[in-house]
């Protein structure tokens, strides 16, 4: 079984600062690793994912992750943050060898940019 | 467009009572899956279907129960049996041959008991 640590609840940062969101993963085997973000009262939304391949990981908004093996952490970064932003961030894992291929999700961490 | 809707959107039950969660998709996805939301404790699967006329429960499918008689319709039934049901639902599908687990969600749907 895997599980999922977002180590920080919320984040406050002013804008234009930059921001990264902690997570860290654990698993026996070999694992899937993305990141979602929520707006308020909707679904989550696909920010960048890792696979395989290179361990630096760009994905939308300008959003990018480090996949980390030694560390088992994938750490959500971004240089210079916006007030649309604010969200909720969701980092999320499966194994690559199970039957179940359903994600495990971190408890979230709530972005708050202010101005 | 393609994508997964969730209905209603905001519902309101009384104690005892049954209650339906409509997911539809037409994104062709052959995996179906249903997630309970509550504040501080990220998502947590309640059902998931990766075929149609079948389906396994995930960590809290106690007191909820699902059925997959198409492949674009997954409805959750939450159960007057489930002792908190007050939260946020989310129904996801994903791509059964594309083994990464990645999710596509629906908008949710917010389940309030009084």
């Known amino acids: 079984a895997q599980s999922v640590t977002q180590l920080d609840s919320q984040v406050p940062v002013f804008e234009e600062a930059p921001v990264e969101l902690r997570c860290n993963y654990s698993?026996?085997?070999?694992?899937?690793l993305f990141w979602y973000v929520q707006y308020p009262n909707q679904g989550l939304q696909l920010l960048l994912k890792y696979l395989s391949g290179s361990t630096l990981v760009k994905g939308i908004n300008g959003f990018e992750a480090e996949f980390n093996k030694s560390q088992t952490s994938f750490h959500l970064r971004k240089p210079s943050v916006h007030i649309s932003d604010t969200a909720e961030y969701f980092c999320a894992v499966s194994a690559t060898d199970t039957g179940r291929r359903a994600l495990t999700f971190g408890s979230g961490t709530r972005l708050q940019v202010q101005p | 467009d393609g994508g997964i809707t969730q209905s209603p959107k905001y519902l309101f039950r009384k104690e005892g009572q049954n209650v339906t969660l409509s997911c539809e998709q037409n994104l062709n996805h052959d995996a179906m899956y249903w997630y309970r939301q509550d504040p501080g404790q990220g998502l947590r699967l309640i059902y998931y279907s990766q075929i149609v006329n079948d389906f396994q429960k995930g960590d809290i499918a106690e007191g909820y129960s699902v059925s997959r008689e198409k492949k674009e319709s997954f409805p959750l039934t939450v159960t007057s049996a489930q002792k908190n049901p007050t939260a946020f639902y989310l129904c996801a599908s994903s791509i059964e041959g594309v083994d990464t687990g990645e999710l596509f969600f629906g908008e949710g749907s917010r389940l309030t008991v009084l």
């Open positions: 698993s026996s085997v070999s694992v899937y």
